[in-house]
């Protein structure tokens, strides 16, 4: 069993699958905090668990023509400036279970939770890319990164990103060998994983082997054949998956974790609380809260670390005080965020349902009954 080295995990954590491991944090603990803690940070894990040595490991990183290539140990890579930084990361996939109603999808039936946020550090990516004689190129070019995790045929987890946003330093790309002021645990890549601020969680490589920059993006099944939208009119007969981008920036998002669908709530004051976050360092600037089923509408009060403009790699947790009086019978909640390019979210599922189920960000709804 591939699988029989994998970590001890989080009791209270969600599974969605145990070989590979992936689970999610309960609606009601993923927002207790802002930052989420290193045991319950949702896991997404498409391969067993490499058991690396912290001594022996090394990062290989191709050096450009006329430069040199690096084999880089744990101790080289603190030896760069530590840079640390608050980030969001989201599985292209969160709350893929609400698409699967309106239609069946594949992938993993995550809710809400496939999101969480971490304070990183480590060297920057494009200090790195530096040293090995990587300069920004007129010709597009991506950051190929390969895992330390295979399948049995020895294929590793894969994945790119253009090599403008790996040598921008104001993007903030990482190699993190720290989360939340820990070595990185296991599941989330120990000993150093990539973080990509603003870009969906496919790119941030885990248990990261080698590093090279190439005029194609990465050949890697998850970036070629996977983690791309379609139009719902497309199935798996027609799909083309050359014709689609690879996701990079995720589109806005939000969602509602407490009080969750289906409970029971009283009458009276009643808190509404949950998380917004945007991708490419786009801020939210709203969140907008309906106890109606949308026929009217309140501001959410939003809380967590102010966000700076084109650098809003966090969320924010956001609340809502309401008041709901003792004869209403139900609530039919619903949130919608707003981010500083004023992009909203849709409001039904249908026109964005996909068939593998990704880039799911319809209005959150959720349905409660109210007691006296
Ligand atoms: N890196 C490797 N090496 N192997 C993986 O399976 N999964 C990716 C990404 N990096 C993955 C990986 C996906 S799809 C996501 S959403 C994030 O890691 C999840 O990171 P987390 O498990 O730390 O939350
Ligand atoms: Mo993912």
Same mark, same amino acid.
């Given at each position: 069993d591939p699988y029989s080295n994998d970590p001890m995990r989080h009791p209270a954590l969600r599974i969605n699958s145990q070989r590979p491991f992936n689970a999610e944090p309960p609606p009601e603990l993923l927002t207790e905090s802002y930052i989420t803690p290193n045991p319950i940070f949702f896991t997404r894990n498409h391969l067993p668990v490499p058991n690396l040595d912290p001594d022996t490991y090394r990062l290989h990183v191709v050096g450009a023509p006329g430069g040199q290539s690096l084999s880089l140990s744990l101790d080289d890579l603190h030896k760069f400036p530590k840079h640390e930084v608050t980030v969001t990361l989201q599985c292209a @996939? !969160?709350?893929?279970s609400e698409m699967n109603k309106v239609k069946e999808v594949k992938g993993l039936e995550w809710r809400t939770g496939a999101i969480s946020t971490a304070r990183w550090a480590g060297a920057r990516l494009c200090d790195v890319l530096a040293q090995a004689g990587h300069r920004l190129r007129e010709t597009e070019a991506h950051v190929c990164f390969e895992g330390l995790d295979s399948d049995p045929t020895g294929t590793a987890y894969g994945a790119s990103i253009p090599l403008a946003r790996a040598m921008d330093p104001q993007a903030e790309v990482l190699l993190a060998y720290e989360m939340n002021g820990q070595p990185l645990p296991r599941d989330h890549g120990f000993p150093v994983r990539v973080v990509v601020p603003g870009v969906v969680g496919a790119r941030h490589v885990k248990w990261l082997g080698r590093v090279s920059v190439e *005029?194609?993006?990465?050949?890697s099944h998850w970036q070629r054949r996977d983690y791309k939208g379609f139009s719902p009119s497309v199935d798996w007969d027609t799909v083309d998956f050359d014709l689609a981008p690879s996701i990079q920036e995720l589109p806005i998002q939000s969602a509602i974790?407490?009080?969750?669908?289906g409970t029971t709530v009283e009458s009276g004051e009643v808190i509404i609380k949950g998380y917004a976050w945007s991708g490419? @360092?786009? =801020?939210?600037?709203r969140v907008d809260v309906s106890m109606d089923g949308g026929l009217t509408w309140q501001e959410a009060e939003l809380e967590g670390e102010e966000q700076h403009p084109r650098k809003a790699w966090a969320w924010r947790i956001w609340q809502l005080k309401a008041h709901v009086p =003792?004869?209403?019978?139900e609530l039919n909640i619903i949130c919608k965020a707003v981010d500083d390019s004023y992009n909203v979210q849709p409001d039904t599922v249908a026109p964005i349902w996909n068939l593998r189920g990704?880039? *799911? !960000? =319809?209005w959150h709804r959720v349905h409660v009954q109210v007691v006296p």
């Amino acid at each position: 069993d591939p699988y029989s080295n994998d970590p001890m995990r989080h009791p209270a954590l969600r599974i969605n699958s145990q070989r590979p491991f992936n689970a999610e944090p309960p609606p009601e603990l993923l927002t207790e905090s802002y930052i989420t803690p290193n045991p319950i940070f949702f896991t997404r894990n498409h391969l067993p668990v490499p058991n690396l040595d912290p001594d022996t490991y090394r990062l290989h990183v191709v050096g450009a023509p006329g430069g040199q290539s690096l084999s880089l140990s744990l101790d080289d890579l603190h030896k760069f400036p530590k840079h640390e930084v608050t980030v969001t990361l989201q599985c292209a @996939g !969160n709350r893929r279970s609400e698409m699967n109603k309106v239609k069946e999808v594949k992938g993993l039936e995550w809710r809400t939770g496939a999101i969480s946020t971490a304070r990183w550090a480590g060297a920057r990516l494009c200090d790195v890319l530096a040293q090995a004689g990587h300069r920004l190129r007129e010709t597009e070019a991506h950051v190929c990164f390969e895992g330390l995790d295979s399948d049995p045929t020895g294929t590793a987890y894969g994945a790119s990103i253009p090599l403008a946003r790996a040598m921008d330093p104001q993007a903030e790309v990482l190699l993190a060998y720290e989360m939340n002021g820990q070595p990185l645990p296991r599941d989330h890549g120990f000993p150093v994983r990539v973080v990509v601020p603003g870009v969906v969680g496919a790119r941030h490589v885990k248990w990261l082997g080698r590093v090279s920059v190439e *005029s194609e993006e990465s050949y890697s099944h998850w970036q070629r054949r996977d983690y791309k939208g379609f139009s719902p009119s497309v199935d798996w007969d027609t799909v083309d998956f050359d014709l689609a981008p690879s996701i990079q920036e995720l589109p806005i998002q939000s969602a509602i974790t407490q009080p969750q669908d289906g409970t029971t709530v009283e009458s009276g004051e009643v808190i509404i609380k949950g998380y917004a976050w945007s991708g490419g @360092g786009r =801020a939210v600037i709203r969140v907008d809260v309906s106890m109606d089923g949308g026929l009217t509408w309140q501001e959410a009060e939003l809380e967590g670390e102010e966000q700076h403009p084109r650098k809003a790699w966090a969320w924010r947790i956001w609340q809502l005080k309401a008041h709901v009086p =003792a004869e209403q019978k139900e609530l039919n909640i619903i949130c919608k965020a707003v981010d500083d390019s004023y992009n909203v979210q849709p409001d039904t599922v249908a026109p964005i349902w996909n068939l593998r189920g990704v880039l *799911s !960000n =319809a209005w959150h709804r959720v349905h409660v009954q109210v007691v006296p």
